[in-house]
């Protein structure tokens, strides 16, 4: 039997070839023997087709069933008697049908998938930058978790927060970018602001620049707590809502360890310190804990500069020992 080379076979069957070459190959499939080599190079073609639609190994099994099916198309039965002349034809052209089924697969293989989350947990003392993908910066403070995912999709850009983070947010009208905490979300078009969201804490948004909207959802049900502009601040708690005016500069600055802190109990500034410089502190006196107080820090520095400052002005003093600060 004359051979032919298996090139000129794939180009017949891809309908390439010139009447010259359809010729030479339609005579070539008239020998006998030549329905083995076709049966051969139809099956691996078939494979291949299969392997790259699916994007998965091919089974010795799943060939077994796509070379019956193959023969099946070729009009060869399971003795094996070789097919008409016309059936070879026939082949080719469902092996093209068969490309056409295959290149929808792949379209919706293709089709956009949900985007993987990546999760940041940081620990008490540490403070991260994380920029997404659309250009957003997040500083995530200390013991604090946010997941979001890898690339944005869809009509909104949304992530999560457990703690506190300072947000300088891209600018995308049509894709508005919304954090949830909780029963609490914030949605933005593009600005920067802070938001703290602790377990069992008030959820507090405070705005550096630009408009947010803050939401509670309860039962179902959406409640808008305020339309916040630069230097406003909205906590929720309890069910309740307070409006409070801020300082821009000082939320702006939060990500620089700038604490500012207004009128509040000694022991919620030890709370901060604990998650900022990843110490423990303990009251001798618990009536000192109760103590409000108005002062600014810089956690930035260094701890004992910083304990020093708040014993100066609350009379009051410390002792430390590793990580254990106890205020006497």
Known sequence: MATIATALLIKYLDNHCTEAEKALVEAYLQ??????????????????????????????????????????????????????????????????????????????????QPAAMALQQNKAGQLKMIQLSDGSVIYLGAASSLQYPERFAGGTRSITLDGEAYFDIASDPAHPFVIHTGAVTTTVLGTSFKIDAFAGKPVTVAVATGKVRVEAHTNGNAQTLATLTAGNSVSWHAGQAALQSVNAADVAAWHKGRLVFSNQPLQEIAATLERWYDVNIHF???????????????????????????AAGNNFNYTRKGREVTIH
């Open 284 to 310: 001798n006196k618990p009536q000192k804990a109760k103590e409000k107080v108005t002062i600014t820090l810089f956690a930035a520095g260094d701890l004992n500069t910083t304990l020093q400052t708040l």
């Open 31 to 112: 020998q006998p023997g030549s329905s083995a080599v076709l049966n051969q190079l139809l099956e691996e073609r078939l494979e291949q087709d299969m392997a790259a639609s699916t994007d998965m190994p091919v089974s010795e099994a799943r060939q077994q069933q796509w070379a019956a099916a193959m023969k099946t198309r070729m009009g060869r039965d399971v003795t094996g008697k070789p097919a008409r002349k016309w059936y070879y034809l026939a082949a080719a052209a469902s092996l093209l049908l068969m490309a056409g089924v295959f290149g929808l697969l792949r379209t919706r293989s293709a089709a956009p």
